[in-house]
């Protein structure tokens, strides 16, 4: 019942970018931990408080028909309210130094208010019920904080380090970037890390969500928490434990619980408000019942009644009740949303936009074919080489397939000597300025240069086969062009059928590739044509958001990238969402969303999550207004005894809690409906 006591004030501004540097992962765990200990020492003392209610409650009764001495019987009452009421008066009290009513309050005085009239027997129980429903309430509401902390459950806490080649068993979190751990088949990965020998696959589920095990050889990264299956592997520490990317989730989850939604920072405002109002409408009630001619002691009984069911209890509780447990069962499948808000918007989204390179394609691009311009005097590998060492520092998908090409073919590619300065131009290519000056990209940055009419042809032909030309030059010299092909991922088909039997208008695919490429693939995705942009340069992509923003008349504007080099769009949409951001700080850093894992399906697992949480957000507002409103009638038009008016009071509150908390009862995630449609391509 402490619902007031949470003040909003102090939690709803942003403290996800600020805090970030100061706060590492870890620590946050820390206090996570640290606020349930506490919490489990408050109910402990809640629940003895309770017990000691009821047992007085229960005494004085049997001393009532035993006809004790009056004496005996108050004293137990004095006892009963003391510890049915003191706590909450405590804290009412903190509440209204800092100015703001607290709802406990208005319970602590009904039940004042039925001893004043001699119902002392209706007072207690209302303490009693009322101090079993906090007790009860805190521990439910734990669970959103302990889903979290349950998480950390996955990493040993052990490693088995390599060190003057002797196995050493250690403490994770003395491990430091460049150590050397073992782990054995059948054992959790106990720190992020790369492999350097052996083969295995590793059931990354919690992390990411993906269902499936993941082949793990080397070079590949694995993820603390994630269960090393049928081989021993070899890896070297590339995150220290408080960094790992679970620390990182657990870190960011925390985070997201202390925002507050819209709709929570309403219900948190209305509860203020009407607080207020309940005290001054009782009041009221009380003077009208008096003037009417009602007996003194009805009439207070009455208004007493009334300060219980009238209470918003359900309503401050029903929106964080649901949000904190959504946050928390998404992270678990390897969805982190920033906050409530977050949350909400994804669940209201109409129109979802796609970077295509790295988002629907897989972004492991291949070369297809290299074709050398007359101009140039050496062979088809040469030209791949000298791409490779114009491409070599660019980030870019389509440069890190060209350099892995040259390093396939040439055994001599593993030292490329770098060529000069390089320079990104984001959306076009990159140029290497050094003695002379070369330059590798799409024909509008090839046109900046030279002259492409003698290779136009050839691009062409590889356009129409559904491949991205990159032009490589030198000055204003062709010198060939390189075929660069890409594929959807396996899971994209499969995931956007699935999105759009779930109430979106519009999926939209936004390249900087070519249009050829980028119809095919549209095609091969089942995606409407007119939905297909490409050509788009960086702040292009910006701009068709900014035209969809405006275009949507009902519900919000989605963009999900990859993370690299599209924050400007992650952040101008309503909702940006990055994918595959597990071991990616920057990806997660500028989405609203990050989904760890790279299968698009967990899109529509978000999705239906975030739906399923306002959905629940709403029924338990519509029950816990409705209730109180019945309430109310029965209080002032009929004869609502104050018992049954508490037991519907804190009921009514209890269910919206479980109804809260459904979400994070995994068969309701796993349930047959949820289930991920098979993968096909
Ligand atoms: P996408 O929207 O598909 O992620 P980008 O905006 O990153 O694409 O890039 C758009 C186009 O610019 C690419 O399809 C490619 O033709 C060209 N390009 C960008 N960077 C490079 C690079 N480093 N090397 C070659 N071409 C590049
Ligand atoms: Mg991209």
């Given amino acids: 019942m402490d619902t007031a006591t949470t003040s909003p004030s102090d939690t709803n501004t942003d403290t996800n970018t600020d805090t970030e540097a100061n706060t590492t992962p870890s620590s946050s765990l820390a206090a996570l931990q640290q606020e349930l200990r506490e919490e489990r020492r408050e109910m402990r003392i809640g629940a003895a408080l309770t017990g000691i209610t009821l047992i007085g409650m229960i005494a004085a009764v049997v001393l009532t028909i035993a006809a004790a001495p009056q004496w005996l019987i108050a004293s137990v009452y004095v ?27 208005l319970m602590v005085l009904a039940a004042l208010a039925a001893a004043a009239v001699g119902q002392p027997r209706d007072g207690a129980f209302l303490l009693f019920l009322f101090s079993l429903a906090g007790v009860l309430e805190e521990f439910a509401m734990g669970n959103t904080k302990r889903a979290v902390t349950s998480l950390m459950d996955l990493r040993p806490d052990t490693a088995n380090v390599l060190r003057n080649g002797q196995l050493e068993t250690v403490n994770v979190e003395v491990l430091e970037q460049g150590d050397t751990v073992v782990v054995r088949p059948g054992e959790y990965m106990p720190v992020d890390g790369e492999v350097v020998s052996g083969e295995s696959s590793a ?19 694995v993820f603390a928490g994630s269960l090393n299956q049928q ?3 070899t890896l070297r520490v590339t995150k220290t434990a408080q960094s790992s990317t679970l620390a990182r989730m657990i870190d960011l989850v925390t985070q997201a619980q202390e925002q507050r939604a819209p709709s929570q920072r309403f219900s948190d405002w209305f509860g203020q408000r009407y607080t207020i109002a309940v005290l001054i409408g009782s009041g009221v009630a009380l003077l009208t019942f008096l003037l009417m001619g009602m007996p003194q002691d009805d009439a207070f009984y009455k ?41 909400e918007d994804f669940g209201n989204v109409s129109v979802i936009a796609f970077d295509k390179t790295g988002t629907l394609t897989t972004g492991k691009l291949e070369v297809t074919d290299v074709i050398t311009h007359s101009n140039f005097t050496g062979t088809r590998d040469d030209l791949l080489r000298l791409a490779a060492r114009i491409e070599q520092h660019s980030e870019h998908p389509i440069a890190k397939s060209i350099v892995q090409a040259a ?6 590619a593993d030292n490329l000597e770098p060529l000069g300065d390089v320079t990104a131009h984001p959306g076009f290519g990159v140029r290497v300025e050094g003695d002379t000056q070369y330059w590798a990209g799409n024909q509008r940055f090839a046109q900046t240069f030279a002259e492409v009419e003698g290779i136009r042809n050839e691009a062409k032909m590889l356009e129409q086969r559904g491949t991205t030309p990159v032009f490589i030059g030198q000055e204003n010299r062709v010198l060939g062009v390189i075929a660069i092909a890409d594929t959807p991922r396996t899971s994209a088909l499969a995931a956007l059928r699935d999105l759009n039997g779930r109430n979106i208008d519009r999926l ?5 590739d070519n249009h050829t490429v980028a119809t095919n693939i549209a095609h091969t995705l089942g995606l409407d044509p007119k939905d297909v942009h490409a050509e788009l340069l960086p702040d292009e992509k910006v701009a068709r958001i900014q035209d969809l923003l405006a275009q949507t008349e009902r519900g919000k504007v989605a963009f999900v990238g990859d993370g690299v080099n599209d924050a400007a769009a992650l952040a101008t949409s309503d909702v940006g969402i990055a994918m595959g951001s597990a071991g990616s700080d920057a990806a997660i850093e500028a989405a609203d969303v990050a989904l760890l894992s790279d299968d698009l399906r967990v899109l529509a697992k978000a999705h239906h999550l975030a739906q399923r949480a306002n959905r629940i957000v709403r029924q338990n507002l519509s029950f816990a207004i409705g209730i109180m409103a019945i309430m109310i009638m029965m209080t002032l038009f009929g004869d609502l005894p104050l018992p049954l008016g508490v037991i519907g009071h804190e009921g009514g509150t209890l269910l919206v809690v479980a109804n809260g908390l459904r979400l994070l009862l995994p068969s309701f995630n796993l349930s047959k409906r949820t289930k991920l449609a098979p993968a096909t391509t």
């Fill in 231 to 233: 081989g021993a592997l």
């Fill in 407 to 412: 390093h396939a073919d040439n055994t001599h």
């Fill in 303 to 343: 208004a007493a009644t009334l300060l219980v069911v009238a209470s918003p209890c359900a309503i401050v509780i029903s929106v964080p009740a649901a949000i904190l447990s959504a946050l928390a069962a998404s992270a678990r499948q390897g969805i982190l949303f920033k906050g409530g808000a977050a949350l």
């Fill in 79 to 105: 006892i009963t309210f003391a510890a049915g009421g003191i706590p909450a008066t405590i804290g009412a009290v903190q509440e209204l130094r800092h100015g703001k009513l607290d709802i406990d309050l």
């Fill in 203 to 221: 059931d990354q589920s919690a992390i990411t969500g993906e269902s499936t095990p993941v082949d793990k050889s080397v070079g590949d990264s």
């Fill in 508 to 512: 939209v695919m936004l390249t900087g």
